[in-house]
Structures are given as C-alpha cells and as structure tokens.
C-alpha cells in the first residue's frame, strides 16, 4: 500500500510541485492549505510523513508541528519542513518543535524525493 504524505503549503503552486514530485513516486498525497487545515485533514488515515511550510496563516509550521507532536499516533512520523527560511535559529525553533528535517525552497524534486526516501525507509 502506498505511502500517505500529508503537504501542507499555503501556495497552491508549492502544494502541485510536491504532489506532483511525490505522487510520481507512488506516494499518496493529502494537501492542506494552513496549520488548521491539516489538523482537520490527520483523521482520515494514517500519515506516514508530513511536508509543512514555516510561514502560513491560521496557523504556522512551528505551532503545526507542535500540535501534531502530541498526539500519540504523530510521536514518531517523520514531519519535513519545506521553507524559504534559512536561519540558523529558525531550524533550531523547528528542531526544537519536533521537525525531522529541513528543505529550503526553492527545491530540486530529487532533494525531496531523497529526503522522502531517506526518512519512510
């Protein structure tokens, strides 16, 4: 059975270039638009993976990751911050929040696709 990533981006066209890079991998993609959005969408199966944006409204990757992270069933999913921001001190709010990785945007598909494969085995 496929594997389910949930891409969570407020830029639609983001959202398209994830799904498009992963779905050619056989992956099963749910979009969300914002934090909230996601939180509405992680009942419907089991998420293998989660890809969020730093910078949304509603609701933001850090406040995103934190949520997801206390619920038993997220303890341990491999969550993948794809972001423009760089800094040093923002990856380590990230870390510190429960994020697995980092990708900076712009991104190159085989960077994705090599961290997907990387963190779901």
């Given amino acids: 059975m496929a594997k389910t990533i949930l891409t969570v981006d407020d830029s639609v066209s983001i959202r398209q270039m994830v799904k498009f890079t992963l779905s050619k991998e056989g992956y099963s993609i749910i979009e969300a638009c914002d934090g909230k959005d996601a939180l509405s969408k992680i009942g419907a199966g089991k998420i293998d993976m989660v890809v969020t944006d ?68």
């Fill in 54 to 121: 730093l910078n949304m409204p509603n609701m933001d990757g850090i406040t995103l990751i934190r949520e997801l992270r206390t619920k038993p069933e997220f303890r341990f999913t491999p969550i993948i911050m794809l972001t423009t921001e760089s800094q040093d001190s923002r990856k380590q709010e990230g870390k510190a929040a429960g994020a697995t990785g980092w990708i900076v945007k712009p991104f190159q598909p085989d960077q994705l696709i090599n961290v997907t494969k990387k963190v779901l085995g």
